[in-house]
């Protein structure tokens, strides 16, 4: 219920509180609105400040930012291992934005409307960035584009125009070396374990991770039992062995 002292952003943050409350399931979450950037926990979020008058845009971005949040609380679990093996942080940044596209593709599966709501949100940040005079590879993090592409193929949302660019400058790479692997991580969204395995197989794809074969083969070798050392026949036997 709206208070006398209450403004229209006021009435926003409680509405958006509530709904990454529903969202995440978690009903006696913190929420709170505050300088600086976000911070995420199991019990509190802390979301920018929000300007006194937003305009419709600003408050399409909040709501994605605030959906992305929700997502994460209801769909990751924090208690399985983010990674099976120590990863370089470019690639511990691809796998990261990866689960969080898992979940945003999840999300968007029960609400049809928090996608764009998402959508809207990385279109934002993808102004930030200056996404529009990206002239080659350099000038776009390749987390950034994974996230976009993420976003695209598994949660079936349109990459947003700011960012076609962007996402063009890397495609090659996308299609001819990565599509097979987002076809395989569609199918895993339900499953967050085998989502991250199958991501650390696309590093492998991207070399920002070795490949563990050589290393798995080792360890198998090892495991097997040592045959017994094979005993001389009677004719390889030395004078002093036959005695």
């Known amino acids: 219920m709206k ?45 920018p400040e ?33 990674s099976h093996r120590p990863l370089p942080p470019q690639a511990f940044a ?7 596209a898992r979940c945003e593709a999840l999300g968007a599966q029960k609400l049809a409307g928090l996608g764009s709501n998402i ?27 994974i996230h976009l592409v993420a976003h695209e193929r598994l949660g079936g949302q349109k990459i947003p125009p700011v960012a076609a660019k962007a996402v063009a400058l890397w495609r090659p790479v996308i299609e001819d070396r990565l599509a097979p692997h987002f076809i395989r991580l569609k199918n895993l969204l339900h499953d967050q374990q085998a989502f991250t395995a199958e991501v650390e197989d696309l590093l492998v794809t991207l070399n920002l991770v070795e490949k563990e ?13 040592q045959d017994a050392p ?9 004078d002093e062995q036959k005695q």
């Open 119 to 145: 959508g809207a949100y990385l279109e934002t940040q993808c102004q930030q960035k200056d996404f529009l005079s990206a002239k080659s590879q350099a000038d776009v993090p390749l987390s950034d584009v």
């Open 213 to 225: 074969a050589q290393e798995s083969q080792t360890a198998t070798d090892s495991d097997k039992p």
């Open 50 to 82: 929000l300007a006194e008058h937003l305009s419709q845009e600003e408050m399409a971005c909040s709501r994605g930012r605030a959906d992305a949040a929700a997502v994460r609380l209801r769909y990751h679990d924090p208690t399985l291992p983010a």
């Open 3 to 47: 208070t006398a002292d209450e403004t229209p952003t006021d009435i926003f943050k409680r509405a958006t509180a509530t709904t990454i409350k529903a969202i995440g399931h978690r009903a006696e979450l913190e929420v709170a609105f505050a300088p600086g950037g976000e911070s995420f926990s199991n019990d509190r979020i802390k979301l």
């Open 230 to 238: 094979k005993q001389p026949t009677p004719d390889e036997q030395t």
């Open 94 to 100: 691809l796998l990261t934005v990866l689960e969080q």
